[in-house]
């Protein structure tokens, strides 16, 4: 068996010895099955013009199927009930062509059997459990003996149902498998006690014991939909014992159905956001969007982009995506041709603030539908340049809004964010003004309804704290947090962008849709469950340092302001904000003032007069803070 693998570079035995092993059992299996019939006789009694009959029929029936159905083809290391299956099938359509050429010959040639009835059931029968017994035993030996390395170590799978065996049968088919399942985990008390595979199942409240005794590397959740509770239980236990956490991904995400260990991934950070995860329903929006033509602004971007491929999955009749950033939609819409080829859809690179380029788009294509996510979104920078904020932020929603009245836009739905509330810092500010400039219209123009989404903070986002601190943490750091104390409103992409779907879908119009976000995260926890999750030790291997406040920047963020409060609607996730109302003529004149003294660039003036039309404004840790106090510059 060794010189059958040192032979071969990919460490397998090749394809036309294990053919040669099948032939070889089947002679042998017709042997066998011949000399029972003859009770074991002296081979000199027997017919030798009827064994070479026999022999030329059987194999060579055998051969043809097999080199045709490709039998042999099969690693034998990793044979499966498909394998097997295959096997059993593919000999017992052998036994059946035989036993049709017996009736021919019988019937029109010679009145005589090629080979016996009786011998074509018994050879079926030994052939076939010999040919997938020795595959079988072949890969026993390679897994328990070849395939083990010296040293293995110790994991724990939690979930002793079916997936947790598959979990297991995984690692162990796994050529580089390293690692040693020492037990199941589960939380129904009726499999406690019991054993899978010769492995005992022990309760929640054993685990801490076995992480306690033994040096156990992984433990490895493989429990279908598990609350988010008790999965962030288990990896606080498990980080407490540096016991690094894996997750089994859901069924769907098995390639061709089958589960590869290289696919049991470590925790998200998602699993820290203390809350559940928030699913809508689907029918809604695929109702509102059925052949609308829908246009996305900052489509490239991380909320544009993701909003992009949820519109994707329904009917709509044409997708139109505005971004100025040249590269990343390049590679949005290397992403769409690959998957969504049928699908009707254009992308221009312009400025939403060129007032000519985006009319030419709205007379154009005529959308009913806009989801408006182009913004600047970074509080230091925009503090240095409130000309920009204001030019994006507020003029570029303006021309988008004016134009989705102008073109009888049905819905416009405008991405907002947590820092437009209380703002302290210039972008939020801008955001603020944005929400009040389309709030206000959608009241006086019921043409169009305009609706505004908020939240906090989304994982993975372009520059948001997650990626920043996993790239701090790769690097060896240090990991650099503002103020020990600072706290943030997190969600996933995806659940943020199926707010914005949904918040379009069931609106009636001029409403600020907010999510229940959960309890806000201190980013320091976060970042030391981080460190934790990548096997470093703070302090050790890793430091962090407090660099303070930046400009503008909070301490705790909010989803509403001190004057507004909420109003339930059908999904108990969602509310929308009581806000206060402004008279819209009133507010565009201002806006209007404000949009003017960009061309002035004069940071102070803008920002005063920022302060004037929403006097909420308070800037932190800003050169700005001499405004709040009555003093120009």
Known sequence: ????????????????????ADLL?????????MMLRMNFKNPAEFNYNEIITIFGVTLGVRIILFLVFKIHASLLRYTGTKDITRIFLVNFLGSVIICIGNIVFYYFINQKFLVPFSMVILEFIVSTFMIIFYRLFT?????EYINTPKEKKDVIIYGAGELGFTTKRSIYQDISNKYNVIGFVDDDPKKVGKKIDNLTIYSFKDLKKLLERKSIAHVIIAIKDLSLAKSSQITEMCLEYKTKVLVVPPVDRWINGQLSFKQIKKIKIEEFLEREPIHLDGHVVRKDLLNKTILITGAAGSIGSEIVHQVMKYDFKHLIMIDNAESPMF???MSLSDSYQRKSYESYIGDICDKTFMENIFQKYKPDVVYHAAAYKHVPLMEKNPMQAVKVNILGTKVLADLSVKYDVKKFIMISTDKAVNPTNVMGASKRIAEI?????????DKCKFITTRFGNVLGSNGSIVPILKKQIDEGGPITITHPEITRYFMTISEACELVLHAGAMSNGSEIYIFDMGSSIKILNLAKKMILLSGLE???DIQIVFTGLRPGEK????????NENTIVTKHQKIKIAKVIKYDFDLIKTDIDKLIEMIYEENDFAIV?????????????NSVYMTLDNGHDE
């Open 331 to 333: 590679y949005l819409e």
């Open 538 to 540: 703070l302090g050790k």
């Open 139 to 143: 890969k026993i030996i390679y897994f």
């Open 437 to 445: 400039y389309v709030q206000s219209f959608g009241e006086k123009y």
């Open 25 to 33: 059992i089947v002679a042998f299996s017709i042997g066998l099955v």
């Open 1 to 20: 068996m060794k010189g059958i693998h040192l032979n071969n570079k990919n460490n397998t035995v090749p394809s036309w010895v294990i053919l040669f």
């Open 608 to 620: 005063k007069k920022m302060k004037k039309i929403i006097p909420e404004f308070k800037s932190q």
């Open 555 to 562: 301490l705790h963020e909010e989803l509403l302001n001190n």
